[in-house]
């Protein structure tokens, strides 16, 4: 693999070196002194930065433990110690400014080498905890902004609602809502913080949208100009939400889990009146107890009255079955860890997800309620939804690219179509893998009425591969994939850092493909939307207000969940 094909800059720094094994000289046994300033500038950075990957209580999932000090038993009966503390300031400091080839980024274009060396001496104090969030906190921080008494009766605008993209303008704390036949921005409205995700009601009518803070808003599409209805507050760092979608509970209920505390809860769907709150601290697959096993991906089962919950460190993918709150059912399959993103397979029947610290994909089968199937896959899958097609020699597949490794994964899932019984002997099985010019993919996406599979690599260290996205052709995986070089088409000028190209995702036709174009603080990001049989540029969707985009979601395609 080429050095393009790790996603750390520092091909110097080895991985276990961050373990502060055998190899530290600095054995301090005190952290380095910090000012009160310091501790609490440094818990903010920790908090945006380092926490989705290592933890809020540094115990690690996909980064490493940074406690001070830890010390596990291994299977042989023998100890391993480590711990910030034997790592030392220096080191610290080197492995936050270059990362690592554990798969670190570095943050020497983020951090000044101040706020590196404060952050390296902050991973060597203990870490503080932060306050538990209860139901009550939840109910005190609800704001019902438009009853449902007050609410239009029908739709008060001409929009094609089926074709709105709900875009994450990241760093702006604000999500556009833009027309999908018109390429216009319909309106910015503000959400929470670093906001991560949007979904659909199952109606169709409302946007549900969640910050890295826990704020999770309802927005109406319904009026003449789309508006916030209702807003809440999950916890302090959450990543996913999803409503009730069976039929008879649409939009009944909604579900979001939070990193902190680790816990989902549930919400009234219309209103988001807090009704109950579930942690998930408990047993890892392991048999340990875990402190702080946090929400991963969220999806709400079409067929069944249940979500699928992933929790992160425990590596169980629960079953929460919404029809009786009172008695409320949840059925834990175990899994593999650390639990991330993941999607349906083509039937609906199986949810897979990414344990990507095992580099393996968890199958649930929905309609058993079991554990389908555990895969081995390459270095740290990373499917976002993950997509769907027929592969010409394999039959049904679905498909997760690599943080960590330089290929797109297909794997062959069941199907109860006679026409597919024959790829059976496939099933639960990587059949292809799909060559990228390096790691560092983040998502992956196709579409039904389309014969091509797009594929980002917007965490790859060199600008080149980061700025492109990659189209192969599905009547042909032999051959190369077209490259797509999104910062070019965009026709901006070249920025300070990389613009990251990132999440392709397809109009409701299936006829086009939106690319952000993640730009760094300084520079002009912009949303680049090609022709998906042509590959030329279609239009480019770019003004001040368009800060960082990053997620789109188009309504048709995520509220069915086509990918
Ligand atoms: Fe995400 C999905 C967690 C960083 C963009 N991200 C998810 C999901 C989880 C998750 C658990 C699945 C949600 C679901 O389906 O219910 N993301 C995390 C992190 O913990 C992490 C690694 C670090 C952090 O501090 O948050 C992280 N994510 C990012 C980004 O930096 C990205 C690239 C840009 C951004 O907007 O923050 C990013 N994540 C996304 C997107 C999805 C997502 C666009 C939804 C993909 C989809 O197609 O559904």
Same mark, same amino acid.
């Given at each position: 693999?080429?050095?393009?094909?790790?996603?750390?800059?520092?091909?110097?720094?080895?991985?276990?070196?961050?373990?502060?094994?055998?190899?530290?000289?600095?054995?301090?046994?005190?952290?380095?002194? @910090?000012?009160?300033?310091? %501790?609490?500038?440094?818990?903010?950075?920790? =908090?945006?930065?380092?926490?989705?990957?290592?933890?809020?209580?540094?115990?690690?999932?996909?980064? #490493?433990?940074?406690?001070?000090?830890?010390?596990?038993?291994?299977?042989?009966?023998?100890?391993?110690?480590?711990?910030?503390?034997?790592?030392?300031?220096?080191?610290?400091?080197?492995?936050?400014?270059?990362?690592?080839?554990?798969?670190?980024?570095?943050?020497?274009?983020?951090?000044?080498?101040?706020?590196?060396?404060?952050?390296?001496?902050?991973?060597?104090?203990?870490?503080?905890?932060?306050?538990? &969030?209860?139901?009550?906190?939840?109910?005190?921080?609800?704001?019902?902004?438009?009853?449902?008494?007050?609410?239009?009766?029908?739709? @008060?605008?001409?929009?094609?609602?089926?074709?709105?993209?709900?875009?994450?303008?990241?760093?702006?704390?604000?999500?556009?809502?833009?027309?999908?036949?018109?390429?216009?921005?319909? #309106?910015?409205?503000?959400?929470?913080?670093?906001?991560?995700?949007?979904?659909?009601?199952?109606?169709?009518?409302?946007?549900?949208?969640?910050?890295?803070?826990?704020?999770?808003?309802?927005?109406?599409?319904?009026?003449?100009?789309?508006?916030?209805?209702?807003?809440?507050?999950?916890?302090?760092?959450?990543?996913? /939400?999803?409503?009730?979608?069976?039929?008879?509970?649409?939009?009944?209920?909604?579900?979001?889990?939070?990193?902190?505390?680790?816990?989902?809860?549930?919400?009234?769907?219309?209103?988001?009146?807090?009704?109950? /709150?579930?942690?998930?601290?408990?047993?890892?697959?392991?048999?340990?107890?875990?402190?702080?096993?946090?929400?991963?991906?969220?999806?709400?089962?079409?067929? %069944?009255?249940?979500?699928?919950?992933?929790?992160?460190?425990?590596? $169980?993918?629960?079953?929460?079955?919404?029809?009786?709150?009172?008695?409320?059912?949840?059925?834990?399959?175990?899994?593999?860890? &650390?639990?991330?993103?993941?999607?349906?397979?083509?039937?609906?029947?199986?949810?897979?997800?990414?344990?990507?610290?095992?580099?393996?994909?968890?199958?649930?089968?929905?309609?058993?309620? %079991?554990?389908?199937?555990?895969?081995?896959?390459?270095?740290?899958?990373?499917?976002?939804?993950?997509?769907?097609?027929?592969?010409?020699?394999?039959?049904?597949?679905?498909?997760?690219?690599?943080?960590?490794?330089?290929?797109?994964?297909?794997?062959?899932?069941?199907?109860?179509?006679?026409?597919?019984?024959?790829?059976?002997?496939?099933?639960?099985?990587?059949?292809?893998?799909?060559?990228?010019?390096?790691?560092?993919?983040? =998502? /992956?996406?196709?579409?039904?009425?389309?014969?091509?599979?797009?594929?980002?690599?917007?965490?790859?260290?060199?600008?080149?591969?980061?700025?492109?996205?990659?189209?192969?052709?599905?009547?042909?995986?032999?051959?190369?994939?077209?490259?797509?070089?999104?910062?070019?088409?965009?026709?901006?000028?070249?920025?300070?850092?990389?613009?990251?190209?990132? $999440?392709?995702?397809?109009?409701?036709?299936?006829?086009?493909?939106?690319?952000?174009?993640?730009?760094?603080?300084?520079?002009?990001?912009?949303?680049?939307?090609?022709?998906?049989?042509?590959?030329?540029?279609?239009?480019?969707?770019?003004?001040?207000?368009?800060?960082?985009?990053?997620?789109?979601?188009?309504?048709?395609?995520?509220? &069915?969940?086509?990918?």
């Amino acid at each position: 693999m080429t050095i393009a094909g790790k996603i750390s800059k520092a091909g110097f720094i080895a991985a276990f070196s961050l373990l502060g094994l055998a190899v530290s000289q600095a054995n301090a046994s005190t952290a380095p002194a @910090m000012t009160d300033a310091e %501790k609490e500038a440094a818990k903010l950075i920790y =908090f945006e930065r380092c926490a989705g990957c290592h933890g809020v209580l540094r115990k690690g999932a996909t980064g #490493k433990n940074l406690e001070p000090n830890w010390s596990i038993t291994q299977p042989d009966g023998s100890k391993l110690e480590g711990g910030t503390l034997r790592l030392g300031t220096k080191r610290l400091e080197n492995i936050i400014a270059y990362g690592t080839e554990g798969g670190m980024v570095n943050y020497d274009d983020i951090l000044t080498p101040e706020e590196i060396n404060m952050m390296a001496r902050y991973l060597q104090h203990e870490p503080p905890i932060p306050p538990e &969030f209860s139901l009550q906190d939840m109910k005190d921080s609800w704001n019902l902004i438009v009853p449902l008494s007050e609410r239009v009766t029908k739709q @008060m605008n001409k929009i094609n609602l089926k074709n709105v993209f709900a875009v994450t303008l990241r760093d702006a704390g604000k999500l556009a809502l833009i027309d999908g036949d018109t390429h216009k921005v319909w #309106k910015i409205l503000e959400s929470g913080y670093a906001v991560h995700i949007s979904r659909f009601s199952a109606s169709g009518r409302y946007v549900y949208t969640t910050g890295r803070d826990g704020l999770t808003t309802i927005i109406d599409l319904w009026p003449e100009e789309p508006m916030t209805v209702a807003t809440v507050r999950f916890g302090s760092d959450m990543r996913s /939400v999803d409503v009730s979608k069976y039929k008879g509970y649409e939009d009944k209920y909604l579900i979001g889990g939070t990193y902190w505390p680790p816990q989902y809860s549930i919400v009234d769907g219309l209103t988001l009146e807090p009704i109950k /709150v579930v942690s998930t601290r408990g047993q890892t697959v392991d048999g340990e107890y875990h402190p702080e096993p946090r929400v991963a991906s969220i999806v709400a089962n079409p067929l %069944k009255p249940e979500w699928v919950v992933s929790v992160k460190e425990t590596g $169980q993918i629960l079953l929460v079955d919404y029809t009786d709150l009172d008695n409320l059912k949840s059925t834990a399959i175990a899994s593999s860890k &650390f639990l991330h993103d993941g999607g349906w397979d083509a039937s609906h029947r199986y949810f897979l997800v990414a344990a990507n610290a095992s580099n393996q994909v968890a199958a649930v089968d929905t309609k058993t309620g %079991k554990l389908a199937a555990i895969v081995d896959t390459a270095k740290i899958p990373h499917p976002g939804r993950g997509a769907n097609f027929t592969h010409p020699e394999f039959g049904p597949v679905w498909s997760t690219g690599h943080l960590g490794d330089d290929v797109v994964s297909l794997i062959s899932t069941p199907s109860e179509e006679k026409k597919n019984a024959k790829y059976k002997k496939h099933n639960w099985k990587v059949v292809q893998e799909l060559k990228m010019p390096g790691a560092g993919n983040l =998502f /992956v996406k196709t579409h039904p009425k389309s014969k091509n599979f797009w594929a980002d690599a917007p965490m790859n260290p060199e600008r080149e591969i980061a700025e492109s996205v990659y189209v192969f052709d599905l009547n042909d995986l032999s051959k190369e994939p077209r490259v797509l070089n999104v910062g070019k088409d965009s026709g901006l000028p070249e920025g300070k850092a990389i613009r990251r190209a990132v $999440q392709p995702e397809y109009n409701q036709a299936g006829d086009e493909v939106w690319i952000s174009l993640w730009g760094g603080k300084a520079d002009q990001s912009a949303i680049v939307i090609y022709d998906d049989k042509t590959l030329k540029v279609k239009s480019v969707i770019t003004s001040p207000e368009i800060i960082t985009p990053t997620g789109k979601f188009n309504l048709y395609n995520t509220m &069915f969940d086509v990918y």
